[in-house]
């Protein structure tokens, strides 16, 4: 059965700083792209960012460019978003999700992804 958990989430002021994680079990995590998504009250579920298998390629949403990070670490079948200088307009319940995919490539629409977690909550504070 796979599993993602993520956790991280929080209250934090405008300027700050959060990481998320996103725990992966269940899968050979190797061979699937990674990706963050968020969805805020009355918005549809946006891409943030993707990471390919291996962590090869990124691909970040023109609002966070600069400002998150989206890392892996395939010995602990972990997928991070590491968020600074957040922005009140960052406010969401934020996801990670899982898609098979060939090397190097990066799925960006919701549909595209196979499993998904719970969510984890950010909330920015103006």
């Known amino acids: 059965q796979v599993q993602l958990v993520e956790s991280g989430g929080g209250l934090v002021q405008a300027g700050g700083s959060l990481r998320l994680s996103c725990a992966a079990s269940?899968?050979?995590?190797?061979?699937?792209?990674m990706g963050w998504f968020r969805q805020a009250p009355g918005k549809e579920r946006e891409v943030v960012a993707g990471?390919?298998?291996?962590?090869?390629?990124?691909y970040y949403k023109d609002s966070v460019k600069g400002r998150f990070t989206i890392s892996t670490d395939n010995a602990k079948n972990t997928v991070y978003l590491q968020m600074n200088s957040v922005k009140p307009e960052d406010t969401a319940l934020y996801y990670c999700?899982?898609?098979?995919?060939?090397?190097?490539?990066?799925?960006?629409?919701?549909?595209?992804?196979?499993?998904w977690g719970q969510g984890t909550q950010v909330t920015v504070s103006s």
């Open positions: 269940g899968l050979t995590f190797s061979s699937y792209g």
């Open positions: 990471i390919s298998r291996l962590g090869i390629r990124t």
């Open positions: 999700a899982a898609a098979r995919t060939q090397l190097g490539v990066i799925r960006v629409g919701a549909r595209e992804y196979d499993y």
